[in-house]
C-alpha cells in the first residue's frame, strides 16, 4: 500500500492540501483498528477453544486495514517535508528534528513499558 498511497497522494490536490486528505483518513482508519486488534471480543480465543471462521477472519482483515491507513499516515508524514519548503539545508534540519523527536517518543515509550513491566504484576 506505501507505494500505491505515494502515488494518489501526488495526484490528489484538495482545498486542504494534497497530503492532508490521506493523514486524516489514515488515522480515522488506524486507530479503530489498532484497537480491535488488541480487544478480544471472541471468548473462545481466550479459553483456547478452536474459534470460528469468523473470527479468524477478523484476526486477519483488521491488521491488513490497519496496514493501509498506516501507510496513508506513513507516507503523508514523511512527504510532507518536502511540500513545507525548497531549501535543502531547511529540509535536512526539518527531517533532523523529526527523527529526533522520534528517537525521543521510542525511548520514552520503552521507558514506561519498561516501568510498567515491573510495577504490574499479573498474579503469576
Sequence with gaps: MTPLVGVLSDKFTTRIGSRAPWYILGTFITLPTFLGIFIHPFAPLVRGEEPPTGVIIYYMALPAIFNIGWAAVQISNMSIVNSLTYSTQRRDQLVASRNTFTFIANIAVLLIAL???????DGV
Excluded: E
Excluded at 516501568?115 to 504484576?121: D, S, V, Y
Design 115 to 121: 516501568f510498567l513491566f515491573q510495577i504490574i504484576t
